[in-house]
Nanobody
């Protein structure tokens, strides 16, 4: 099983950009679909994006389509979330996640979680 460590969170003004990184330990990174969830204050955790094991397919929640891009570098055991045109409603703790399967994220348990990184978007 992999272990996940996120980085890259912080404070940014509305309209700005941030790139989150998630470094995975272990030699089986390429056998996991990787993704991101977020949890805003007082709200439930929600699915944001997922990328399949090969990196060939990606899926996003509608609210971030066209603004966020998920990518992975299997040689570096790292997954990224490029966030552009940030809005105050993007403020949340962002969690990196890993699972052997890349489908139905957001509607079933996910195997591995990171500890989260806080993103704050000011208006």
């Amino acid at each position: 099983q992999v272990q996940l460590v996120e980085s890259g969170g912080g404070l940014v003004q509305a309209g700005g950009s941030l790139r989150l990184s998630c470094a995975a330990s272990g030699r089986t990174f390429s056998s996991y679909a990787m993704g991101w969830f977020r949890q805003a204050p007082g709200k439930e955790r929600e699915f944001v994006a997922v990328i399949r094991r090969s990196g060939g397919s990606t899926y996003y929640v509608d609210s971030v389509k066209g603004r966020f891009t998920i990518s992975r570098d299997n040689a570096k055991n790292t997954v990224y979330l490029q966030m552009n045109s940030l809005k105050p409603e993007d403020t949340a703790v962002y969690y990196c996640a890993a699972d052997p399967y890349g489908s139905n994220w957001g509607s079933r348990p996910i195997e591995v979680w990171g500890q989260g990184t806080l993103v704050t978007v000011s208006s």
